[in-house]
């Protein structure tokens, strides 16, 4: 069965936009989200565009702020810092890849945990940790929130996750392992991959591989979820999952396009509600 992320973030931005709808009319002014864009990256400009769509359809006003390749840390930094003390902007979104002369790690600390609404901060992630109340990052929360709507639950399963970066494999890892499932979290120096995913009830593939992950990886009825945005041989969009024939063995699979993408889009516009939400608390 293919989990239908496309459809369940419509659901998804649908209830965002009653919550929005209930925010304005009590507090008087529209949940806001800014969008800041640095240089010219075509994939991150789509990004972008589909983010504000979301927010159009979710009820909550978008800023949105583009910068040359070439901004200044001084400007960078001073955008960040005003949109942090502007009460109308609940959550700062900085699209990452950052060019190259831009220190990341220094503009994204400029954003105060409270608006953090990608879950990068290191006060969200130790809260995952925790298991303490936080912002989570998008993509392992649209991956949670599908299987949940799907009543998949990771509760004593075993789930593997290739991919271990601080956006995408670690959080997935910590949110499976807080749903109960015993986890494995694998990467470019685990040996064995294939029997390592072979035991996976729940395989989340995180990796950046076009069609990495194949038939003879995964385990019959296993759930296969497909984070990866790539390009095929062709140039045409793909996942990290060889989509065609792990269909065939797997009980539930997500698309690419249609899963991953919009739930993390989804998650984005439900972290900004549940900021301001908490702002007003
Ligand atoms: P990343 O930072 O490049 O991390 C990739 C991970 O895959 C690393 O942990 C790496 O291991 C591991 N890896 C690479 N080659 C491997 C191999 N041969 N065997 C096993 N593991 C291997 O990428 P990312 O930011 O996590 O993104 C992963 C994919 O998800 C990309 O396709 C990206 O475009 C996509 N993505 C999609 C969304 C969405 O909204 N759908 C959001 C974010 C990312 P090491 O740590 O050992 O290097």
């Given amino acids: 069965m293919i989990l239908d992320g496309k459809q369940v973030a419509s659901e998804i931005r649908a209830e965002l936009r009653e919550r929005a709808e209930a925010f304005e009319r009590e507090h008087g002014k529209k949940i806001g989200l800014a969008v800041v864009l640095a240089g010219d990256d075509p994939a991150s400009q789509v990004y972008v565009r589909n983010k504000i769509r979301g927010c159009e359809e979710a009820g909550i006003r978008s800023f949105s702020y583009y910068l040359p390749a070439d901004v200044s840390q001084g400007e960078a930094n001073g955008l960040i810092s005003s949109l942090a003390e502007n009460d109308d902007i609940h959550?700062?979104?900085?699209?990452?890849?950052?060019?190259?002369?831009?220190?990341?790690?220094?503009l994204l600390k400029k954003i105060p945990p409270e608006k953090d609404v990608d879950g990068f901060c290191a006060e969200n992630i130790g809260k995952l940790a925790r298991q303490e109340e936080g912002t989570v990052a998008c993509t392992p929360l649209g991956v949670m929130e599908l299987l949940?709507?799907?009543?998949?639950?990771?509760?004593?399963?075993?789930a593997v996750v290739v991919g271990r970066s601080n956006i995408v494999g670690r959080p997935m890892a910590l949110l499976l392992l807080?749903?109960?499932?015993?986890?494995?979290?694998?990467h470019s120096r685990t040996e064995n991959l294939k029997e390592e995913c072979l035991r996976a009830d729940i395989l989340v593939a995180a990796i950046g591989k076009p069609k990495f992950i194949t038939a003879d990886m995964v385990k019959e009825g296993a759930v296969v979820i497909d984070v990866g945005m790539d390009r095929d041989e062709n140039g045409k969009l793909c996942g990290d999952v060889d989509f065609d024939a792990v269909k065939r063995k797997a009980s539930f699979i997500t698309p690419v396009p249609g899963g991953i993408g919009p739930m993390t889009v989804a998650m984005l516009l439900s972290n900004t509600v549940a900021a301001a939400e908490r702002s007003v608390r």
């Fill in 91 to 106: 959550g700062i979104l900085v699209q990452l890849p950052l060019p190259s002369g831009l220190d990341g790690e220094e």
């Fill in 148 to 158: 949940r709507r799907y009543n998949i639950s990771p509760r004593g399963k075993r």
């Fill in 178 to 186: 807080n749903a109960d499932a015993t986890v494995t979290v694998c």
